[in-house]
């Protein structure tokens, strides 16, 4: 199943023409996840891969940089005429929150549910789940997430079953989905089990040793780099982490690959990269548009996806339709 993280904006507090607020769209076979929705969200969706219809959306804490394009993002749903309900989720407070921002932009038809999270909450999905974890900002109540998948089973010894006396057919089947076939058991043909994949968004926050073991073994932590190492005091005072902690915390979880986001306009965003991977080697630094796609551990590691070389890649596919003589 297709699962991959979308960077919809990539700034800090202030966007630039280049990178927008802070959102994330997490995409996961048909569900779509947003998480955080700074102003000017629908607008870097339209203008890349469109206004799609999301599944839920998750915020980290309620200052004005990752939630303000929430209200026009739901009065466009329902100008479109959406009638599925839409879950948002967030900390404590978010009901009052979004109850008083929609009195300003104006009610929708379509069903809100508004569901304040507690560290320690699970939310069941198909073969997921979503935890909030505490993080360490200004805010008393911000959250990170952790989504993770549950393992899955071992892969099947046809040859061992048939041994076994398990004809092929539709008794393969039944023994993969954990039956008893035949007197045979799944744990005699099924390899060991084979772990599910896990990304966890960090929101903004100081180091936080919370996060740290939440990010355990993850395949990919988003994780904020506000400052560089230079003004680390700084990031200490504001609730926001360097680019070397950031790398720090990645190496320390045993994490697959870190991608730095929520950049400031006061630093290039080179120096932060140097600084991370002279730590975690295995950091990457999306762009806007950008993409990570996330295969099974079993078939290779996350990889960053280019927007621009992806957009190239496909006007030639569409030239050499047009023209296949070339």
Same mark, same amino acid.
């Given at each position: 199943?297709?699962?991959?993280?979308?960077?919809?904006?990539?700034?800090?507090?202030?966007?630039?023409?280049?990178? @927008? %607020?802070?959102?994330?769209?997490?995409? /996961? +076979?048909?569900? #779509?996840? *947003?998480?955080?929705? $700074?102003?000017?969200?629908? =607008?870097?969706?339209?203008?890349?891969?469109?206004?799609?219809?999301?599944?839920?959306?998750?915020?980290?804490?309620?200052?004005?940089?990752?939630?303000?394009?929430?209200? @026009? %993002?739901?009065?466009?749903?329902?100008? /479109? +005429?959406?009638? #599925?309900? *839409?879950?948002?989720? $967030?900390?404590?407070?978010? =009901?009052?929150?979004?109850?008083?921002?929609?009195?300003?932009?104006?009610?929708?038809?379509?069903?809100?549910?508004?569901?304040?999270?507690?560290?320690?909450?699970?939310?069941?999905?198909?073969?997921?789940?979503?935890?909030?974890?505490?993080?360490?900002?200004?805010?008393?109540?911000?959250?990170?997430?952790?989504?993770?998948?549950?393992?899955?089973?071992?892969?099947?010894?046809?040859?061992?079953?048939?041994?076994?006396?398990?004809?092929?057919?539709?008794?393969?089947?039944?023994?993969?989905?954990?039956?008893?076939?035949?007197?045979?058991?799944?744990?005699?043909?099924?390899?060991?089990?084979?772990?599910?994949?896990?990304?966890?968004?960090?929101?903004?926050?100081?180091?936080?040793?919370?996060?740290?073991?939440?990010?355990?073994?993850?395949?990919?932590?988003?994780?904020?780099?506000?400052?560089?190492?230079?003004?680390?005091?700084?990031?200490?005072?504001?609730?926001?982490?360097?680019?070397?902690?950031?790398?720090?915390?990645?190496?320390?979880?045993?994490?697959?690959?870190?991608?730095?986001?929520?950049?400031?306009?006061?630093?290039?965003?080179?120096?932060?990269?140097?600084?991370?991977?002279?730590?975690?080697?295995?950091?990457?630094?999306?762009?806007?548009?950008?993409?990570?796609?996330?295969?099974?551990?079993?078939?290779?590691?996350?990889?960053?996806?280019?927007?621009?070389?992806?957009?190239?890649?496909?006007?030639?596919?569409?030239?050499?339709?047009?023209?296949?003589?070339?």
């Amino acid at each position: 199943m297709d699962f991959s993280v979308f960077f919809v904006g990539t700034a800090g507090s202030v966007p630039t023409a280049r990178r @927008g %607020l802070p959102a994330v769209l997490v995409r /996961r +076979g048909g569900d #779509r996840i *947003l998480f955080d929705c $700074g102003e000017g969200t629908q =607008r870097q969706l339209v203008q890349s891969v469109g206004l799609t219809e999301l599944t839920e959306v998750f915020l980290t804490h309620f200052h004005a940089d990752h939630w303000l394009g929430l209200p @026009g %993002l739901l009065k466009t749903f329902d100008l /479109r +005429g959406r009638e #599925r309900p *839409l879950a948002i989720h $967030g900390p404590p407070g978010l =009901r009052e929150l979004v109850t008083l921002a929609m009195r300003v932009a104006g009610r929708v038809r379509f069903e809100l549910e508004l569901v304040e999270l507690a560290p320690g909450d699970v939310l069941e999905r198909d073969a997921y789940k979503v935890a909030p974890v505490p993080v360490a900002h200004r805010v008393s109540n911000a959250l990170g997430y952790v989504l993770y998948e549950a393992p899955r089973p071992g892969q099947f010894n046809p040859d061992v079953a048939a041994t076994l006396g398990v004809p092929p057919g539709p008794e393969f089947g039944r023994l993969q989905r954990g039956e008893t076939v035949r007197g045979v058991r799944p744990e005699q043909v099924l390899g060991p089990p084979r772990a599910g994949r896990k990304v966890v968004i960090s929101g903004d926050t100081s180091p936080s040793e919370t996060l740290r073991i939440a990010s355990h073994e993850a395949d990919l932590l988003l994780h904020e780099a506000t400052f560089a190492e230079e003004e680390r005091d700084r990031a200490a005072e504001t609730g926001h982490s360097t680019a070397g902690q950031a790398a720090v915390l990645a190496r320390e979880a045993g994490v697959t690959m870190l991608a730095l986001t929520h950049f400031s306009t006061r630093y290039p965003v080179g120096l932060l990269r140097d600084e991370a991977r002279a730590i975690f080697p295995r950091t990457v630094l999306p762009r806007d548009f950008d993409s990570i796609d996330i295969p099974f551990p079993e078939r290779g590691d996350p990889e960053l996806v280019r927007w621009d070389e992806q957009q190239a890649d496909a006007v030639e596919e569409t030239d050499a339709v047009a023209d296949p003589a070339r």
